[in-house]
Nanobody
Framework: QVELVESGGGLVQAGGSLRLSCAVSGRTFSRYHIGWFRRAAGKAREFVAGLKWSGNITYYEDSFKGRFTISRDDAKNTVYLQMNSLIPEDTAVYYC???????????????WGQGTQVTVSS
């Protein structure tokens, strides 16, 4: 199994930046893809970015227009989401999750973290 714990959320003004962390553990975690999702109040969950642990391959939802960057620190077993040029519409709970396949579909992710709140003020 895979355990994921998010951290790094908080309150930031528009135009600012945050870096979210996802600490990953479990015997087979390196076989998984780690994805970042977000859910804003009253809206559907949406995919943000993904990372294949083996090979360190990354992919993104195009709508974020290069503002967000996913990366990993292999020594710390941690996946990051760097968020720049934040706007109030980025306000949401951000989750990391693990999937056995490359996908942007949340239903394919077997394990989820608890989420971390990001609030962007205008």
């Amino acid at each position: 199994q895979v355990e994921l714990v998010e951290s790094g959320g908080g309150l930031v003004q528009a135009g600012g930046s945050l870096r979210l962390s996802c600490a990953v553990s479990g015997r087979t975690f390196s076989r998984y893809h780690i994805g970042w999702f977000r859910r804003a109040a009253g809206k559907a969950r949406e995919f943000v970015a993904g990372l294949k642990w083996s090979g360190n391959i990354t992919y993104y939802e195009d709508s974020f227009k290069g503002r967000f960057t996913i990366s990993r620190d292999d020594a710390k077993n941690t996946v990051y989401l760097q968020m720049n040029s934040l706007i109030p519409e980025d306000t949401a709970v951000y989750y990391c999750a693990a999937s056995p396949v490359a996908t942007m579909r949340g239903v394919n992710y077997d394990y989820w973290g608890q989420g971390t709140q990001v609030t962007v003020s205008s």
